[in-house]
């Protein structure tokens, strides 16, 4: 028998809860939509969600600099789309997120609404972005909407004007 990876590890210490929370839900969503061929209706959510998760170990095994695979990219875009998502559907408001980078895995994502900027990042080491648990996944993402939800709640005349 084989031992466990790093991922099933993962789930085996109680964070197969944390699918259920609704960041979670949305991202399941959001990955499963682009399976337009069928390819991942076998795979569990788990399984789905396995490339988010980056060890610390296999980050330490990545290069400081490199070059962004286009599934880092893709898992990147994701990511923030459905922060976005989380953000309309606790607003109400549309939610558009840009996420700009250079071929060295540098740039810069911004998520705004209306004319209110409730996100403005600096992305660096693109090549290594993952999360150590699904835990912290979802509380990245739920963070993340949290704090633009207190922004829109800050200034509502802004966050509402077109």
């Known amino acids: 028998m ?16 944390v699918m259920a929370t609704p960041f979670m ?12 061929h069928g390819a991942w209706e076998g795979k569990s959510n788990t399984d789905l969600l396995a490339d988010f998760i980056v060890t610390k170990e296999q ?21 923030y789309t459905c ?8 607003s109400g408001l549309l939610a558009s997120s840009i996420v ?14 209306g004319r209110l900027v409730l996100l403005s990042k600096t992305l ?8 150590e ?9 739920a963070k993340l909407v949290d704090d633009a939800i207190a922004t829109i709640e800050a200034h509502p005349d802004v966050a509402r004007a077109s």
């Open 25 to 36: 839900k949305c991202l399941i969503r959001l990955v499963r939509a682009q399976d337009t």
């Open 100 to 113: 700009t980078m250079n071929p060295e895995g540098f740039g810069r994502v911004v998520l705004t609404t």
């Open 59 to 79: 980050r330490h095994e990545m290069p400081i600099i490199g070059d962004p695979d286009p599934d880092v990219i893709w898992r990147l875009q994701i990511f």
């Open 133 to 141: 648990t699904l835990r912290k996944l979802a509380d990245a993402g």
């Open 2 to 17: 084989t031992s466990p990876t790093a991922f099933e590890n993962t789930v085996a210490h109680g964070d197969s809860n």
């Open 83 to 90: 922060v976005g998502l989380g953000i309309e559907e606790r």
């Open 124 to 131: 660096r080491d693109v090549h290594r972005f993952g999360f």
